[in-house]
């Protein structure tokens, strides 16, 4: 029995450029579930002078043969993860052939089975799980693919052009693909299927024609338009934006139900999970609209950054996805509501990237160390990276920013390259100096700043005096250079020009030393500061604020997002201030901001999605955010009393804003607009019992658009409301033949806060729609348990603890990259009281302990105990 070696990690300040190029590569498939045969041809040239050996990767893979040059070679060793092969000339063609098995593959990686199809997933390093290879971003290699399968599989696909097609015997056929771009192995993709397509064309700026297919599931077609005219609209977009058109004839989604991720960018041909594809009114809602639309621009953005464009090596990942997540944001942003995007993005970076940030995952956006590169498609490297791409777009603007962009595709097209030459790019272009702000990219951590005002009536000046701190678990970070962006708003709510030294002054402010006091002149009353106008740099401000000033912002401050973040700091300084009351069972909202909500849902007016966003109140996620110990109970307690008075105190408001909403049922922005300030007055209104209510809710539960089914349904069950238990089971009743629509079912049953609960959660194991194997009825499932449902995940009895230990020991066997994403809430064990962390933490011992724990949960368990 061999007993496997202890993880490595590998270094970046190790990194060295490969010894040898691949060229070119011709592939060949023999599909079958239990053998497959993947035949390579590659050219092969070495990049160094002296002779050295060609150490390839490869795992769980059965070789067959081996040829140099046409000749059989036997001088090559083989141990579990690689092929190393010896006395090559300087030039040569190398043949392999192996075998795989896609049926037993479970892990989503390599070449697998989702339903009766084949799909890949190469990145990040899938490529090895195929064939052997030189599975890194920097071995740029043009590919021809040849997929010979089963007729009753009609659709053989791959990457580039089609360039040949035929039958063959024994009731099979071929297809041959090539791709004219160089590209790595990770954007590598297969897909042979059955599906159903769809077909329409885009005619680029410069007049070609590009041919756009979308592969589903048969019987899904009508469910496809949405995601077609999104990509439609981000080709466009990043014509009009970025000046980058399509480079191919063709572009091809395929939407699979067994995927790890949302989407996955492979060149000409995406994969997507089939939850970011398909959509319609009766079956998704307007946020899945929203997220179709925002991932499928993601993954086509990848085309020019990531795939023109690539990444040297792993840790550079936030090149690609930071850049690409900007991109996507932006995108959003443009065609939708810039206020509300910006809402949404801020919410991930203080509820989820800051707890990274904090905890012993804590990494920069440019990692320095990793043991299993998919551990790092984190929040850090992608939402932080996108922040960090958003404040160098702040510190250039829009103008310089894209003569960066220009430069850096014209420096770099074809080649793989790092984050440091997309900074020299952006600065070379705009001759800002970015020595200092590069920082970001190597300190990990939320910096703070804190912010003193002060107003001198005689002198007619104010004063903002700023210092920065490093964050408390990075303490020898750096001085960070922070683009600090403000507004003074005074006694009218107007803006007021700002002026320094007797001249104007942007309302950017440049942090980059310790402290700084800015002085403002010709201040005429005291104002009103508006600080990180536009949450302009991730990093946590700490000032002091009145109700009144607060609630000045949240009505006139020029920035929606800055009227929202004052919204959610009266809010987040209300539950503070109810924690030190003798009894937090007491606990009320000021009378002043029950007045303030009233007033907006009183013949509302404007954006109405926003004022949706304006009644809610923060996360528990955001608000464990403002404590080192969570205290747990008082929040959920708080909490449900405040919505309880607010349901109580404006039922009538809120009654009379439904009814006086009309939603005519269209995907158009002013009727998801309509949809989401419905959902908010039916999530209070459920909270107070009475007959016209739950008519109200009933009748939306009967609705035809999901949007407002589910808008009843999360109501009941946020409010324990005694429809819950029939209209739980009349939803399942009719969705059962339709798993992304159970999908929600499972997350609503999930959150359901009863003594019972992880009984009811054990019990839906069994249910015919649930599947361990599927990492979207997993999340549903048991992903909605441990966010959300947090009176019952935190049970001091820790229950809900040993229920998430369960699924993750037998997810570590089945699929160790969804099981590494379903262990985030354990990570955050020490920032819990005694009793809590203990039983979280000896869950996290209890897998420490387990035999043929993969790479994946070994890294992240090893850091949480013992960072
Ligand atoms: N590059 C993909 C994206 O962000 C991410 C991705 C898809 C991925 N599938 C994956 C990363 C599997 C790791 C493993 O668009
Ligand atoms: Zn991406």
Do not use: I, V
């Given at each position: 029995m061999s007993i496997k070696a202890a993880p490595q990690a590998e270094y970046l300040k190790d990194y060295q450029a490969p010894n040898y190029r691949i060229d070119h590569v011709d592939l060949c498939f023999e599909l079958a579930p239990l053998n497959t045969t993947v035949s390579a041809t590659m050219k092969v040239v070495r990049t160094v002078n002296s002779d050295c050996e060609l150490v390839l990767d490869g795992i769980d893979l059965t070789l067959i043969s081996l040829h140099v040059d046409g000749q059989v070679h036997e001088h090559y060793a083989l141990t579990d993860e690689h092929l190393i092969i010896r006395q090559l000339p300087e030039k040569f063609t190398l043949q392999i052939v192996n075998q795989i098995a896609p049926q037993t593959n479970t892990s989503l990686e390599g070449l697998y089975l989702s339903g009766g199809a084949y799909c890949t997933q190469c990145?990040?390093?899938?490529f090895r799980k195929i064939t052997y290879y030189l599975d890194r971003p920097d071995v740029l290699a043009s590919f021809d693919v040849t997929i010979i399968a089963?007729?009753?599989?009609p659709h053989l696909l791959s990457n580039g052009n089609q360039i040949d097609v035929g039958k063959l015997d024994g009731g099979r056929h071929f297809v041959k693909w090539q791709d004219p771009f160089k590209k790595p192995s990770y954007l590598f993709a297969l897909v042979a299927g059955d599906f159903d397509v769809l077909t329409d064309s885009y005619m680029t700026q410069s007049g070609r024609e590009v041919e756009l297919a979308l592969f589903v599931d048969k019987?899904?077609?009508?469910?496809?338009p949405h995601a077609m005219s999104s990509l439609k609209k981000a080709m466009q977009w990043d014509e009009q934006r970025f000046n980058l058109e399509y480079d191919l004839d063709i572009y091809m989604i395929v939407a699979v139900d067994f995927f790890n991720m949302g989407a996955m960018e492979n060149k000409g041909l995406n994969i997507f999970n089939s939850k970011c594809v398909l959509a319609n009114q009766e079956t998704a809602t307007d946020k899945d609209y929203h997220t179709i639309e925002s991932i499928v621009g993601h993954e086509y953005f990848h085309n020019w950054t990531g795939n023109r464009v690539t990444c040297r090596d792993w840790f550079q990942l936030s090149l690609k996805e930071g850049l690409t997540v900007f991109r996507d944001q932006e995108f959003s942003s443009d065609l939708g509501s810039r206020a509300l995007n910006r809402i949404d993005a801020v919410k991930v970076m203080r509820s989820h990237q800051f707890s990274e940030d904090a905890g012993p995952m804590a990494h920069p956006i440019r990692p320095e160390k990793v043991i299993e590169m998919n551990n790092f498609y984190t929040v850090t490297v992608y939402d932080k990276g996108a922040e960090v791409i958003r404040m160098m777009h702040t510190l250039l603007g829009e103008e310089k920013f894209q003569q960066g962009m220009a430069l850096y595709f014209q420096r770099h097209d074809g080649q793989a390259v790092t984050c440091d030459d997309f900074v020299a790019a952006m600065s070379d272009a705009s001759g800002i100096d970015l020595t200092q702000f590069k920082r970001w990219y190597s300190q990990a951590g939320t910096p703070k700043l804190e912010v003193r005002q002060d107003y001198d009536q005689d002198a007619q000046t104010f004063t903002l005096a700023v210092e920065q701190f490093a964050p408390e678990n990075q303490p020898d970070n750096d001085l960070l250079h922070i683009p600090f962006a403000i507004e003074l708003l005074d006694k009218s709510g107007a803006s007021i020009a700002l002026r320094s030294q007797q001249q104007a002054v942007d309302s950017v402010l440049n942090i980059t030393a310790k402290t700084h006091r800015f002085v403002f002149e010709n201040i005429t009353q005291q104002p009103v500061a508006v600080l990180l106008e536009d949450f302009s740099a991730p990093c946590i401000v700490v000032q002091q604020s009145s109700v009144t000033e607060l609630l000045h912002i949240m009505r006139y401050a020029r920035s929606d997002f800055s009227r929202w973040d004052a919204q959610q700091r009266l809010f987040i300084a209300a539950v503070k201030q109810s924690m030190t009351e003798p009894t937090v069972q007491e606990a009320r909202l000021d009378e002043q901001i029950i007045n303030a909500l009233d007033a907006l849902i009183t013949a509302p007016e404007g954006d109405l999605a926003l004022i949706a966003e304006l009644l809610k109140l923060p996360s528990f996620d955001s608000l464990a955010a403002e404590y080192v110990v969570i205290p747990v109970d008082d929040i959920i307690t708080i909490t449900a009393r405040f919505e309880q008075q607010i349901a109580q105190q404006l039922k009538p408001a809120l009654l009379t804003c439904y009814n006086s909403l009309v939603d005519d049922g269209s995907t158009r922005a002013d009727a998801v607009a309509v949809r989401a300030l419905k959902q908010v007055c039916l999530h209070y209104l459920a909270k107070v019992d009475c007959a016209v209510v739950t008519d109200i809710l009933i009748n939306a539960a009967k609705s035809e658009n999901m949007t407002n089914v589910l808008a009843a349904l999360s109501a009941v069950v946020k409010a324990n409301h005694p429809q819950s238990e029939p209209l739980l089971s009349a939803f399942d009743a009719n969705w059962r033949h339709d798993v992304l629509v159970m999908d929600k079912w499972f997350a609503l049953q999930a959150m359901r806060d009863s003594e019972t609960s992880i009984t009811d959660i054990e019990a839906l194991y069994?249910?015919?729609?649930?599947?361990?194997?599927n990492p979207n009825r997993v999340r549903a499932l048991v992903g909605s348990f441990s966010h959300f449902n947090t009176a019952q995940f935190h049970r001091l009895d820790g229950q809900g603890y040993r229920l998430l230990g369960d699924l993750l020991v037998k997810l570590n066997a089945i699929n160790p990259q969804n099981a590494s994403r379903m262990i985030t809430p354990f990570m955050?064990?020490?920032?819990?009281d005694k009793v809590r962390s203990k039983a979280m933490q000896a869950q996290l011992q209890r897998l420490a302990k387990l035999d043929g724990l993969s790479d994946d949960l070994f890294e992240k368990v090893e850091k949480a105990l013992h960072a």
């Open positions: 990145e990040a390093q899938g089963e007729q009753t599989l019987g899904n077609l009508a469910k496809t069994q249910h015919p729609s649930f599947d361990f194997g955050a064990w020490r920032r819990y």
